[in-house]
């Protein structure tokens, strides 16, 4: 009988993916990259931030010696920011303590900022050809359904179990190949809706396709309601340029450039002239945008102010006046991006 992974491993060869451009190469910067790159997010959409960033950055020294308002700004609109800062985080302690160079060792790989033990084990394997098993959010779903591991893969016995299966198919052999099947069975054929399940090489040994279970394996997150918060972010123009703030380091949007939040019953003007010494003399409501985060919604109330008089620029700490079109190619959020480009 030809095992799991023997027949991934074939599988990946011939329908496989082969030409994305972190593959063929054994460069960990590269590879790591990659990883944290997509991490909760999709190949295409991945694909042109980790092209612009390798322009700007080629390799892990000169990511260190950035300014994490450089590695922000190239990172604004992928989302999940705190992988940035982690990313940023991780390459100067690579140069601190590895000269450098990219670790090899599993553990100390384990160790750096932002890296879990799927994406070590991913790094490890296509970087340095290492033996060791992942099971990043598509894998689950395949092991769930191939295997009928009905739990949540979010709870900790159910992982428990995925991780088992994980360490026990691993091949001895071209593990490279069988990690990435694995990748490519989860996001193109395996998926959460409409799974292929006539193109899947496993599909005769899959329990959920056996038992009818497809749509039900592995079981979805447990459902409760997000809370729904409402802030007011302002809009400050003057002569062209418009007021951007650093928000605090850790948090949402944790350490990047942001227009002026505000809770809906502040007293706008008064607080423009006591922070910014900022005279407003029009304001008008812009359309709301909503922007969904992981434990919560958000509604965001827009405020245009026109502004007469200023403070010198720079005047406060983490506050500065940029040309809107300048203000748009800093480190912003992806909601803030939207109400500047709609100015």
Not at 83 to 91: E, G, M, T, V
Not at 226 to 249: D, F, I
Request: proline fraction near 7%; charged fraction near 20%; include cysteine.
């Amino acid at each position: 009988m030809i095992s799991f992974a023997t027949k991934i491993i074939h599988w990946q060869r011939r329908h496989g993916r082969h030409d994305l451009p972190w593959q063929n190469t054994r460069n960990a910067y590269r590879i790591w990259l990659s990883e944290i790159m997509l991490q909760q997010t999709q190949v295409a959409t991945v694909i042109p931030y980790y092209r612009r960033f390798l322009r700007r950055f080629a390799d892990i020294k000169s990511l260190a010696a950035a300014s994490l308002d450089e590695v922000l700004a190239l990172w604004s609109g992928l989302g999940y920011y705190s992988r940035a800062r982690n990313l940023h985080r991780a390459a100067q302690r690579i140069v601190a303590e590895h000269q450098g160079r990219f670790p090899r060792d599993f553990e100390t790989v384990l160790a750096l900022p932002g890296i879990g033990r799927s994406t070590a084990a991913a790094i490890c394997v296509f970087a340095f050809g290492a033996r060791h098993a992942i099971l990043d959010g598509n894998v689950k779903r395949l092991f769930a359904r191939r295997f009928g591991i009905a739990g949540y893969p979010g709870d900790a016995k159910t992982a428990a179990r995925l991780w088992r299966i994980a360490e026990r198919e691993l091949p001895r052999r071209n593990v490279e190949s069988y990690t990435q099947g694995l990748m490519d069975l989860g996001a193109a054929v395996c998926t959460r809706g409409k799974p292929r399940c006539d193109a899947c090489p496993v599909a005769p040994e899959c329990v959920a396709l056996r038992c009818g279970m497809i749509g039900r394996v592995p079981a979805p997150r447990p459902r409760k309601a997000l809370p729904q918060r409402r802030t007011q972010m302002l809009v400050l123009l003057h002569a062209g340029q418009v007021l951007l703030e650093k928000r605090a380091p850790s948090g949402i949007w944790g350490g990047m450039w942001s227009l002026p939040e505000v809770a809906p019953s502040a007293d706008v003007a008064a607080l423009c002239a006591q922070r910014y010494g900022a005279e407003v003399v029009t304001r008008a409501a812009l359309p709301a945008v909503a922007h969904g985060f992981t434990h919560f919604k958000l509604d965001i109330e827009p405020q245009r102010l026109g502004v007469a008089r200023v403070a010198p620029r720079a005047a406060a700490p983490g506050v500065m006046w940029l040309p809107l079109a300048e203000a748009l190619g800093a480190a912003i959020p992806a909601p803030v991006r939207r109400i500047l480009a709609g100015l």
